[in-house]
């Protein structure tokens, strides 16, 4: 059984920052797609960051420069580090994972199997 656990979220001034966690199990992140996705009120959940099989990772434009993510094999854990928050990063913050021998970072949220249940970012300005 997959389960996936996220922790980090919290309320910060802009400017502030804060590091997502998501620990998984029952699944080898190693060999895995994973990716942070975030949907606020009345939006529609959009990809914000991604990491590949080999490490390669991708960001939506809007957190280019102020996020980073990446992965722990031995922790099985994905993180999420946020820098320079903005209010418009207010949302629920989701991990997913889809298990892959080889993928590059993917930001279509139809193609993740496993879901976490969210954390709360909200960024006070």
């Known amino acids: 059984q997959v389960q996936m656990v996220e922790s980090g979220g919290g309320s910060v001034q802009a400017g502030g920052s804060l590091t997502l966690s998501c620990v998984t199990s029952?699944?080898?992140?190693?060999?895995?797609?994973m990716g942070w996705f975030r949907q606020a009120p009345g939006k529609e959940r959009e990809g914000v960051a991604a990491?590949?099989?080999?490490?390669?990772?991708g960001y939506v434009d809007s957190v280019k420069g102020r996020f980073t993510i990446s992965k722990d094999r031995a922790r099985n854990t994905l993180y999420l580090q946020m820098n320079s928050l903005k209010p418009e990063d207010t949302a629920m913050y989701y991990c997913?994972?889809?298990?892959?021998?080889?993928?590059?970072?993917?930001?279509?949220?139809?193609?993740?199997?496993?879901w976490g249940q969210g954390t709360q970012v909200t960024v006070a300005s």
């Open positions: 990491i590949g099989t080999l490490g390669s990772t």
């Open positions: 997913a994972a889809r298990i892959a021998s080889y993928c590059d970072p993917d930001f279509s949220k139809q193609n993740y199997m496993y």
């Open positions: 029952g699944i080898n992140i190693a060999r895995s797609c």
